[in-house]
C-alpha cells in the first residue's frame, strides 16, 4: 500500500548503546556502512552498528 | 617540541583583547569556577530566553576532569546584531544586507607579518606536545557527544589554484591530536578535501580562534570558489587582516597573527570517523555522521590567550552568519529587482527564512525576486512585504501573511532544488527541497499619486501617539501584565 503523500513519516534512525541503552540519532548511512565505529554519547563507548542493542528507523 | 617567544610590543586594533577591553559593559566578566561541560552554554540560553546578549567573559573555567584552566573563555561574542553592526561601522543593524554587500565586496588585501610580530605565536608546541585536550573546548549540550571547537575557522586551499577558503566547521576533540572534521558537502573546504583526496593526498589545514568580532564576522562573507576570505574579511573589518605563515604549512597556508590560537595538521586521504551528534543551528541534535578527522600538528597561541567558542544554536552562533546571508541575498536579488529596500534573515527562522522588502515594485518584480533568493542553497522560504512591513518583527511579518495573501495567487512553490544542510524536516534520503515564495505586498496603484487599491491600515495621528509615548515614559510597568 503507498503512503499517501500528505501523511508525514518520520526521518530520524535511533540507535540504542549495548552498555549504557541509551538513544542517540544516527545517520543510516552510518549504520548501512557498517564499517565504522559508533560513539554513544551517553558513556562514550564504541561499537560497530551491527552491535547496536537496538536500532529504530523510521 | 615547545618553546615561548616574546612578541613584539605592539597593539593590534583588531584582537579579541582589544575589543574586551574596550567594550566595557558590553562585557560580563564571571569569576565563579563555572565548568565547560553545559554550565557556560546554560547562561547563554538562560540569557537568550531574558532577551539579554552580552558578551560573556569566563575567567576561571572549570574543566571536565574538575581542574581549573589556565584560559578564560569568552562566548555570546556575536550574540547582539546591534553591536556587531557597531563594530562594523554599520549605523544601524537593519542596514546589514546592503553594507554587507558593499564591504564584502570592495575588500582590504590582508599584509604579511613576519612571527616576531605574531603574538598567535608565542607559544609553539609541535608534534607530541601539541594536546588540544589543554583548550577549555566546551561539551555544551546534553546530547553532544564530547567536547567541540565550535569557532573555529578552518582554512584549507584549492590544491589547482593555491587560493585559500575559510569556513566555520565542528570538530570533535577525540585526543590530544585528533579531532572530527565537519564540513558540509557542498562547502568550499570540503572541494577543497576532496581534490587533495582525489590525488591521493593528506588535505593541509589550519583552525584558527579568537579574534576581533569584526573579523570572526567579516571571515564568514559568502564568497564565489576559489574565493580568498582574507580580503573581504579585511573590508568588513575596515583594515588590513594580519597574516603570518603557519608553522606546519608555511606560507601555503597563512594564520591571523592576532588571532589567540591556532591548530594545525592534515586531513588524511579517506579515513573517516563518527561525528556527533552535537546541537546545531536549526535549534536540533544533529544526528551522528561520518566525517573526516584531522591529525593534529601543532597548537600555536597566545602567552595568555583566550579560548573562543560559539553557542550552538543560539543567537551567538546565528547572527553572523545570518547577517552574511543578507549581504548575499541582497547582492543575488538587487540586480533582478532594483525596488529591493532590505533584506532580512530572522533568527527564527534559523537560516531557512530570509524576507525581502520592497519599495513600489512594478508589477512581476516580487516574483522574479523570489526566484532569485530562493536560488540561494540556504534558504527554503522567502516572503516579501512592503515598506510599511517592520522586516524585523516576527509579528509584522505575520500581520501581511494574514492580510495580504491569497495562497492560490501568491505563493509560488518551486520543487527539486539544493538545500542546505541539516533541515530537520527533510523527508529520509531526500537530496532535493521544496521551497516557497509568498508575495505578501500590496496590488501596485494605478498611477504613482494615488492610493494603493487596498484598504488603509488602522491608524492615530501622529501627534496622539507622541503624547501617549510620552505619558507612558514616567510608568513604573513592572506590574504591568506582559501579556
Known amino acids: ?58 | 617540541m615547545s618553546h615561548a617567544r616574546k612578541a613584539n610590543s605592539y597593539h593590534f586594533m583588531s584582537g579579541l583583547r582589544s575589543f574586551l577591553d574596550a567594550a566595557g559593559g558590553a562585557v560580563w566578566r564571571c569569576n565563579e569556577p563555572l565548568s565547560v561541560v553545559q554550565e557556560i552554554t546554560a547562561l547563554q540560553h538562560a540569557l537568550s530566553k531574558a532577551g539579554r546578549y552580552p558578551v560573556i567573559h569566563v575567567e576561571r573555567p572549570r574543566l571536565a576532569d574538575g581542574s581549573t584552566s589556565s584560559m578564560g573563555v569568552v562566548t555570546n561574542l556575536c550574540a547582539s546584531r546591534t553591536m556587531l553592526a557597531r563594530l562594523l561601522g554599520i549605523d544601524d543593524h537593519r542596514h546589514a544586507a546592503s553594507a554587507f554587500a558593499r564591504l564584502s565586496g570592495a575588500g582590504i588585501d590582508p599584509v604579511r607579518v613576519e612571527r616576531r610580530d605574531a603574538p598567535v605565536q608565542e607559544i609553539v608546541s609541535e608534534g607530541k606536545d601539541a594536546n588540544l585536550l589543554r583548550l577549555p573546548a566546551l561539551r555544551q549540550h546534553s546530547m553532544d557527544v564530547g567536547a567541540y571547537l565550535t569557532a573555529g575557522h578552518c582554512t584549507t586551499f584549492d590544491p589547482e589554484t593555491g587560493e585559500d577558503n575559510t569556513s566555520i566547521q565542528r570538530c570533535w576533540v577525540r585526543g590530544e591530536r585528533l579531532t572530527s572534521y565537519f564540513p558540509y558537502a557542498s562547502s568550499h573546504n570540503a572541494r577543497n578535501v576532496a581534490k587533495f583526496w582525489a590525488r591521493g593526498e593528506a588535505c593541509p589545514v589550519v583552525i584558527w580562534i579568537g579574534h576581533h568580532p569584526a573579523v570572526v564576522v567579516g571571515s564568514q562573507a559568502k564568497l564565489g570558489y576559489p574565493e580568498s576570505h582574507w580580503k573581504a574579511a579585511g573590508g568588513l573589518a575596515g583594515e588590513a587582516i594580519r597574516l603570518v605563515p603557519s608553522i606546519t604549512h608555511g606560507d601555503k597556508l597563512m594564520v591571523p597573527a592576532d588571532a589567540e590560537i591556532v591548530v594545525e595538521g592534515w586531513i588524511p586521504p579517506n579515513r573517516l570517523e563518527a561525528d556527533g551528534p552535537f546541537a546545531e543551528y536549526p535549534g536540533y541534535v544533529g544526528v551522528q555522521v561520518a566525517t573526516p578527522v584531522l591529525e593534529v600538528s601543532a597548537v600555536t597561541h597566545r602567552r595568555d590567550a583566550l579560548y573562543h567558542d560559539f553557542g550552538g544554536g543560539l543567537e551567538d552562533h546565528l547572527v553572523p552568519d545570518n547577517m552574511a546571508m543578507e549581504g548575499k541575498l541582497y547582492s543575488l536579488v538587487k540586480p533582478v529587482a532594483p525596488t529591493l529596500a532590505n533584506v532580512h534573515v530572522p533568527f527564527s527562522g534559523r537560516r531557512f527564512h530570509a524576507y525581502l522588502q520592497f519599495r513600489n515594485p512594478p508589477r512581476g518584480e516580487v516574483r522574479d525576486a523570489l526566484a532569485a533568493a530562493l536560488a540561494y542553497r540556504r534558504v527554503r522560504t522567502v516572503v516579501a512585504v512592503d515598506e510599511d512591513i517592520d522586516l524585523f518583527d516576527d509579528r509584522e511579518i505575520m500581520w501581511a501573511l494574514a492580510t495580504r495573501v491569497q495562497w492560490h495567487r501568491d505563493a509560488m512553490r518551486i520543487d527539486g532544488l539544493t538545500h542546505g544542510n541539516l533541515d530537520p524536516s527533510l523527508p529520509p534520503g531526500a537530496q532535493t527541497v521544496s521551497k516557497m515564495g509568498i508575495d505578501a505586498t500590496l496590488p501596485p496603484a494605478r498611477a504613482p499619486n494615488l492610493p494603493k487599491p487596498f484598504a488603509p491600515v488602522n491608524e492615530v495621528g501622529r501627534n496622539a501617539l507622541e503624547m501617549a509615548e510620552t505619558l507612558l515614559k514616567g510608568c513604573d510597568m513592572s506590574q504591568w501584565p506582559a501579556s
Open chain 1, 1 to 58: 500500500m503507498t503512503t499517501p503523500a500528505w501523511e508525514k513519516q518520520g526521518n530520524v534512525t535511533w540507535v540504542s548503546c549495548p552498555d549504557c541503552k541509551g538513544w542517540w540519532p544516527v545517520d543510516p548511512q552510518l549504520i548501512e556502512r557498517g564499517d565504522i565505529d559508533l560513539a554513544c554519547p551517553h558513556c562514550q563507548r564504541r561499537f560497530k552498528p551491527a552491535d547496536a542493542a537496538q536500532v529504530e528507523a523510521p
